[in-house]
């Protein structure tokens, strides 16, 4: 079993800037991909960022020089450090693993950015 536990989402106005956490915890592999994906109401769930376990890393466009991923591989905890935020990055915010070609989801964060 895996658990992941998503913390630092909140109420930024824009221009502010948030850091996401997501501890994994339970059968971790030392081989995978990490990474977010959010949601915001009435749109699909889509990627962020992901990293790969040799901090290999991919972005949205929509995120490219604002927000940065990384990872502590000894703490299973991956990272989204969010600036310049804009009100079209709220959303709910998802933290993955995926090992073996298997998905697994935190329950999610919700960011909120005010105009």
């Known amino acids: 079993q895996v658990q992941l536990v998503e913390s630092g989402g909140g109420l930024v106005q824009a221009g502010g800037s948030l850091r996401l956490s997501c501890a994994a915890s339970?059968?971790?592999?030392?081989?995978?991909?990490m990474g977010w994906f959010r949601q915001a109401p009435g749109k699909q769930r889509e990627l962020v960022a992901t990293?790969?376990?040799?901090?290999?890393?991919n972005y949205a466009d929509s995120v490219k020089g604002r927000f940065t991923i990384s990872r502590d591989n000894d703490k299973n905890t991956v990272y989204l450090q969010m600036n310049s935020l804009k009100p079209e990055d709220t959303a709910v915010y998802y933290c993955?693993?995926?090992?073996?070609?298997?998905?697994?989801w935190g329950q999610g964060t919700q960011v909120t950015v005010s105009s």
């Open positions: 990293i790969i376990s040799g901090g290999g890393t």
């Open positions: 993955l693993l995926n090992q073996w070609s298997r998905n697994y």
């Open positions: 339970g059968s971790i592999f030392s081989i995978n991909v």
